[in-house]
């Protein structure tokens, strides 16, 4: 016997289920199933930092050098090669650990996790288990105004040091699928990662890639790495599972890779809980395994890869060949200080300063944009004209000419210099606005500029009354209109001298002349 909407729940079952499996967006896929289901999201974010040599040899750590040129016998782990651990490579991990409010541990130690893959020449690698760097901290997020804004605050589990493995290069170049051979670039093993591994605070994709972004933006305000997820500098897993809403039990979770920017990310979370979502709709929970899988970008998709390993498959057991690492109050103290203001703390003081959170978030959050600013406001400029002027215009050229703020002529100091010619009365905002894309593209200061083209303000009371008493000349009959009544001419008259002078003369002084003058005085 079929109870009333049961026909209709399987109709709806099958098609989420048949819209996950022919490719349709995760919107298409998840509609209806968002109120039923819940996603629980954690990332394993992997940075690899910008040391000069790898983590435990003096090997130069550099991208995109010749395969197989920056190898030694250590980071080949051949007999009798002991590894060393890079101080610098501890320092960065400290820095990164204070910037998330992480609990640093006075003394840890490495361990060797073992598996094996091509790329992989020890057969183990150097990493850290059960007493990493750091532990225990949180990182907050402000979301974009678009997307409703707010403030979140994710975990962190822990952050810990470890060495990066090798690169196959499938193909001489492509990918491993319809490649006819393999080959192993050892460039890249050895070189130092930090590890952070987030709780499972996320629930949407939005959330994932804003988390994945603030930890970007502070490895690169604190200098450690680039950040680049292009290049690989920069890698995030993604840990999927769904679970029906209210229920305290996760479900079993899935890992995405292959994702190289934050909207694949985004993207690549929303198709897997609607893939899973569906399967959970359609009773077939059993179809999700604890797996890993990969984003195809160009299908919009994952797709499985392999079976996750577990912790058992790695043999976790102490690195014989490095003592344990002790760390002094001193030196906590040393690192602490050397902190730079992180972007979070930045938006706050912009927040309290006046800005709003749209010109915030586009200020702070990218570290280039912000050390620019920082030096505008550094050579006295008022922080909401200053403002106005990056996110307007300059923004503007930027887009236009398809270039960075690291690369206009424009020093930071020379904007405020323009702000404060434009403050004072020698020139007004329009002239402004006139010579910035010269001084955008051919740098110089703004003074200098503006004496060269002849565009200082005219701000004589003579020269003024001689520019409007040549105005109303020419205009006796709208003369003759605004003191018959028609008061919103002055608005005519106002344009007509701003015109005559080339838009050079002051406008508070040009106005006040005009009132009198239109009015007989």
Excluded at 119 to 135: E, R, T
Excluded at 351 to 370: I, K
């Amino acid at each position: 016997m079929k109870l009333p909407g049961m026909h209709a729940q399987g109709v709806r079952r099958g098609q989420a289920l048949k819209a996950v499996a022919e490719g349709l967006t995760a919107q298409d896929a998840s509609a209806g199933l968002e109120e039923k289901y819940e996603a629980v999201i954690g990332i394993e974010t992997h940075v690899q930092l910008n040391t000069a040599t790898k983590a435990f040899c003096r090997c130069r750590s550099q991208y995109g050098a010749e395969p197989n040129t920056n190898v030694c016998p250590v980071c080949m782990g051949l007999p009798g090669a002991l590894p060393v651990l890079n101080a610098r490579v501890l320092e960065s991990a400290v820095k990164l650990g204070l910037a998330l409010h992480c609990t640093i541990a006075p003394r840890s130690k490495f361990d060797r996790k073992q598996y094996f893959y091509p790329d992989l020449p020890k057969g183990y690698q150097i990493s850290q288990f059960d007493i990493p760097v750091a532990q225990s901290g949180w990182v907050e997020v402000d979301l974009p105004v678009e997307f409703g804004g707010g403030r979140r605050r994710f975990g962190v589990t822990r952050a810990h040091l470890e060495e990066d493995a090798g690169k196959s290069v499938h193909g001489g170049g492509g990918r491993l699928s319809g490649s006819g051979f393999s080959q192993v670039d050892l460039n890249r093993a050895g070189v130092p990662l930090i590890e952070i591994v987030s709780d499972p605070d996320m629930r949407t994709g939005l959330e994932a890639a804003e988390y994945g972004a603030e930890i970007q933006r502070i490895v690169r305000y604190l200098g450690i790495s680039n950040g680049n997820m292009a290049e690989g500098s920069m890698r995030c897993d993604v840990n999927v599972s769904v679970r029906p809403r209210g229920r305290e039990r996760f479900g079993t979770k899935v890992e995405i890779k292959n994702m190289n920017s934050f909207s694949a990310m985004q993207r690549a979370i929303d198709f897997e809980i609607a893939r899973q979502s569906a399967l959970l709709e359609a009773g077939k929970d059993g179809e999700i395994v604890l797996e890993t899988r990969l984003w195809e970008e160009g299908a919009q998709r994952t797709i499985s890869m392999r079976v996750k390993e577990g912790l058992a498959d790695y043999r976790y057991f102490p690195e014989p060949d490095l003592p344990e690492i002790e760390l002094t109050a001193d030196y906590l103290e040393d690192v602490r200080a050397s902190l730079p203001e992180l972007p979070d703390e930045k938006r706050r003081r912009y927040a309290a300063a006046g800005l709003s959170m749209q010109d915030v978030l586009v200020l702070a959050n990218n570290s280039d944009v912000a050390a620019y600013f920082e030096r505008v406001l550094g050579a006295g400029a008022d922080i909401k004209a200053a403002a106005n002027w990056m996110m307007g215009d300059i923004t503007k050229y930027c887009k236009a000419e398809k270039i960075l703020i690291t690369d206009v002529a424009m020093a930071p100091e020379t904007l405020a210099e323009l702000i404060a010619l434009i403050g004072d009365g020698t020139i007004s905002g329009k002239i402004g606005k006139e010579i910035l894309p010269d001084l955008l593209k051919e740098g110089g200061g703004a003074k200098q500029l503006v004496e060269k083209k002849g565009l200082l303000q005219i701000s004589d009371d003579s020269a003024v009354e001689a520019l409007v008493d040549e105005v109303l000349a020419a205009h006796p009959k709208e003369l003759e209109l605004f003191r018959g009544g028609k008061k919103k001419l002055q608005g005519f008259f106002t344009g007509q001298v701003m015109k005559k002078s080339g838009g050079r003369v002051n406008p508070a002084l040009m106005q006040k002349v005009l009132a009198a003058k239109l009015n007989g005085q």
